[in-house]
Structure formats: C-alpha cells, structure tokens
C-alpha cells in the first residue's frame, strides 16, 4: 500500500520550499517506486519519487545519476528531459527526489504512418546518438563495444534454445545473424536502450519529450529503433530510417537489420522473462508470439538480416561503376572494396579489383 499521498505530498514541498502545490495524484504501476504527481499554483507538473524496495532504492540512485550527467555534459537536444528539483527524507532517512514532469503523451504507432512523427522521432535519436560520449563514461554508466554487444546476444540466444520453446525456424534465423560479423560494425553511440510508448512523448506527432533514461549507456544505436522495428508499420521505420540517415550521415548501414533483430529476439526475451516468473498465462501469450512470428517468417513477410557491406553504401557506390563490364558484381568482396578504397589515390586499374585477396576482418581490427 506505501505511504499515504499527503505523506509524499509534505516530502514534496520539503522538497522544493516556496513551490504552492495545488494537486496531486498517486501513481501506481511501479512496485519498487512510489510515485506522486504534482501541480502547482502555475500549471507546472512535478513528480515525487520514493524508494518502496532495494530494487527501488538502485533504480532511484541510477535516474538521478544519469540524469545528472546528461545535465552536466549540457547537451544540446531538440527535446525535453526531466530535471530533478530538489530531495529530502522521511524520519526513517529514505531519499524523496522532486523531478519536473514533462508534457505530452504516449504516442500509438499503430496510428502513426510515415511524415512527422518519424521524422521527428528519427531527429530526435540522431541528436542524441551525436552527442559526446565521454561525460557519460566519465559518469560510471556502462559502456559497450560491437563486440561485448554481440557477445550478450549470443549469450540471451543460447538461453532462449535451452527452453526448448523457440521455434527452430526463428532459432536458425537469429544464429545466422549473430554469426555474421559484418551485421555488428558499428561505432558506439550514447543510446537510450530502453525506448518505448511510456519514454517518448509527443504533441501534434512531434516528440517533444524523453524520459526514462535509467538504461541510459554507451552502446549500439540501433537498440533505440527497435520500438519501432516491433511496432510500427514497415514505411513508418523506412521513413525515420531516412531521415535518421540524413541527420547522422556517420551512422552504418546495418543499423535497420540489427533494429529489426533486436525487436525479434526481444519475444525470446518476455519468453524468459515469463518462465522466470512461472506465469503459464504469459508463458502462452509469449509463445502465441513467437508462433505468429515464425508464421510471418514462413510466409516471407519477415525481413533479411544480412549485412550491407561494410565499406559503406557511399564507397561502394562509387567503386562499382569502375568493375570490368563481364564481372559479376557479386563477386567484390568487402575486402576488395577496401583495398580498392586505399589505392584509389595512385589510379589502380579496375582489374586490380578481382585480384584482391579476401582477409578475415576482426571488430577489434575494424575499430
């Protein structure tokens, strides 16, 4: 039940002295946090939070350092995030944080098609995917590379197999994916990890807010499309995939594959999330999903995985136009592409092109 709401109303004003609070609601849908909502005498909207268990007491900690290095790394963002007012503590000593609560609401992306809320959204991640990344490491918050990243997924994948209740069809797609090397050549960005309909908001399909950063890392920008990989409709990601690449150009071209891996393997996730909880109704609506999932894949409706060339699709576009008219185009190896990148200053014939030796590339040598 937790504390009353005029108990976390008298902490909010300790909080924050001077501030006329007018109303408040009590939030319940975290089990580990309690949650008052504000307003004061202004209009402007606050919200109180309060550890209700350990699990609680990690997650409050975590907010208010991420958001205190997002603040302090002054980043310049087209978009709101929450700023904490002010703390106090009850009698027993436990911590209450005062946050600003930003405006806007959830967006439905079943209702959303390509225009301005994929436009936005998509400029709203390359802002952030382009900002420093070393206030952020500086701060302690985790930091992964391409491989530590393919590594975790490989590790989640074994789990998932060992249930025995991934349809093998699904299992054969995603370890063809995670063994191809080439789909995991990114450069690290500082990423949210944790993008959903609760942490965007939006007005008039503008995103006009972010919230929910206790995920917040340095790691693959791709994990920040996979909400609309799982739950848009295929132009609505198309199109914030293009604008996204128009805002960071520096962005790989792999990033939709990976996006569309990670919301697929996300099922395998709330399979094992629900096996863990022992729940036999969401253990069924987890494997309904994967079923209706392998279904989609069997009947070709379900994307390729395979990675685009490494090079980059500007490179690559103005080296193919030089291969002999009788060679294959299939037959330039990523390897090829690159030496014919590193020679192209001393006018090497095109011939020059098939006769590159193919060589194995490691993460750690590409970075």
Same mark, same amino acid.
Request: with cysteine; hydrophobic share 45%.
């Given at each position: &039940?937790?504390?009353?709401?005029?108990?976390?109303?008298?902490?909010?004003?300790?909080?924050?002295?001077?501030?006329?609070?007018?109303?408040?609601?009590?939030?319940?849908?975290?089990?580990?946090?309690? #949650?008052?909502?504000?307003?004061?005498?202004?209009?402007?909207?606050?919200?109180l939070k309060m550890p209700a268990s350990a699990a609680g007491i990690t997650e409050l900690a975590t907010e208010i350092t991420v958001l205190q290095a997002l603040n302090q790394a002054k980043l310049s963002l087209p978009f709101a995030i929450p700023n904490q007012v002010g703390q106090t503590q009850d009698f027993d000593g436990q911590r209450a944080v005062l946050f600003t609560l930003l405006g806007g609401s959830s967006p439905d992306l079943s209702r959303l098609g390509p225009g301005a809320f994929s436009k936005s959204f998509a400029?709203? &991640?390359?802002?952030?995917?382009?900002?420093? =990344?070393?206030?952020?490491?500086?701060?302690?918050?985790?930091?992964?590379?391409?491989?530590? #990243?393919?590594?975790?997924?490989v590790q989640e994948l074994d789990r998932m197999a060992a249930t025995g209740r991934?349809?093998?069809?699904?299992?054969?797609r995603w370890e063809t994916a995670l063994e191809d090397i080439g789909l995991f050549r990114f450069h690290p960005t500082l =990423?949210?990890?944790?993008?959903?309909?609760?942490? #965007?908001?939006?007005?008039?399909?503008? #995103?006009?807010g972010i919230t929910g950063f206790n995920a917040l890392c340095v790691g693959d920008p791709?994990?920040?499309?996979?909400?609309?990989?799982?739950?848009?409709?295929?132009?609505?990601?198309?199109?914030?995939?293009?604008?996204?690449?128009?805002?960071?150009?520096?962005?790989?071209?792999?990033?939709?594959?990976?996006?569309?891996?990670?919301?697929?393997?996300?099922?395998?996730?709330?399979?094992?999330?629900?096996?863990?909880?022992?729940?036999?109704?969401q253990i069924k609506q987890a494997e309904d999903l994967l079923n209706d999932l392998k279904e989609n894949l069997e009947a070709g409706n379900l994307k390729e995985l395979t990675a685009t060339s490494f090079v980059g699709l500007a490179v690559a576009s103005s080296i193919i136009p030089q291969a002999m008219p009788t060679q294959p185009i299939e037959t330039l190896s990523p390897?090829?592409?690159q030496e014919e990148v590193e020679e192209q200053d001393q006018d090497a014939p095109a011939d020059d092109l098939t006769q590159a030796e193919p060589?194995?590339?490691?993460?750690?040598?590409?970075f």
């Open positions: &039940m937790g504390r009353p709401a005029l108990i976390l109303a008298a902490l909010a004003a300790d909080a924050a002295p001077g501030k006329n609070f007018r109303h408040y609601l009590k939030i319940t849908d975290n089990p580990d946090i309690e #949650v008052l909502r504000l307003w004061d005498a202004e209009g402007q909207s606050y919200e400029e709203a &991640m390359a802002s952030l995917h382009n900002c420093e =990344t070393q206030p952020i490491i500086e701060a302690g918050l985790p930091s992964y590379d391409a491989t530590t #990243v393919l590594h975790h997924k991934i349809p093998a069809a699904l299992l054969s =990423t949210h990890s944790a993008i959903n309909s609760e942490a #965007v908001l939006v007005e008039n399909q503008q #995103v006009v791709a994990e920040d499309f996979r909400w609309l990989a799982s739950g848009a409709v295929a132009s609505t990601l198309d199109d914030a995939l293009l604008h996204y690449r128009a805002a960071r150009p520096q962005a790989d071209e792999n990033l939709a594959q990976r996006a569309i891996l990670y919301s697929e393997l996300e099922l395998g996730s709330w399979l094992l999330h629900c096996l863990s909880i022992g729940d036999a109704e390897s090829a592409l060589t194995e590339t490691t993460l750690d040598e590409l």
